[in-house]
C-alpha cells in the first residue's frame, strides 16, 4: 500500500523560503518518476516539477531557477526547495508518482492522469 505524506508548508512572507517534503512507504521508492503539482482553488492543478528515479530534474518554464526538485532515495522523500517566493505561489501543493524509473519527456511530465499516486497535499501561504 502505497503512501505519500507531504510536510513543511505553511505561511511565510514574499521574498522568503519553505522546503517542502514528500514522504513514502510501501514501495521501491527510486524506482518512480515522482513530481510536485500545486492548485489554487478553481484553478487547473498545474505540474512544478519531475523528477527521474535517478535524480534528472525537469521543470515548468515558469518555475525555472525559483524551485528545485530533489529526492533522497535512501530515505523514500522528495523534496521541494521553495526560493523567492511570490504571492502567486499562494497554492495547496501535492507530491504524486507514476510507475517508471523515467519520466516523460517533453510537457509529458505533466499529464495528471499519468500519475498512479496522490498525497494529500501542503499549504503554501505567500502574503
Known amino acids: 500500500h502505497v503512501q505519500l505524506v507531504e510536510s513543511g508548508g505553511g505561511s511565510v512572507q514574499a521574498g522568503g523560503s519553505l522546503k517542502l517534503s514528500c514522504a513514502s512507504s510501501g514501495w521501491t521508492y527510486a524506482m518512480y518518476c515522482t513530481s510536485w503539482f500545486r492548485q489554487v482553488p478553481g484553478k487547473e492543478r498545474e505540474g512544478v516539477g519531475a523528477?527521474?528515479?535517478?535524480?534528472?530534474?525537469r521543470y515548468a518554464d515558469f518555475m525555472k531557477d525559483q524551485f528545485t526538485i530533489s529526492r533522497d532515495n535512501a530515505k523514500n522523500t522528495l523534496y521541494l526547495q521553495m526560493n523567492s517566493l511570490k504571492a502567486e505561489d499562494t497554492a495547496m501543493y501535492y507530491c504524486?508518482?507514476?510507475?517508471?524509473?523515467?519520466?516523460?519527456?517533453?510537457?509529458?511530465?505533466?499529464?495528471?492522469?499519468?500519475?498512479?499516486?496522490w498525497g494529500q497535499g501542503t499549504q503554501v501561504t505567500v502574503s
Open positions: 523528477i527521474d528515479g535517478d535524480g534528472r530534474s
Open positions: 504524486a508518482a507514476r510507475v517508471g524509473f523515467y519520466c516523460p519527456t517533453g510537457s509529458r511530465w505533466r499529464d495528471l492522469s499519468g500519475y498512479d499516486y
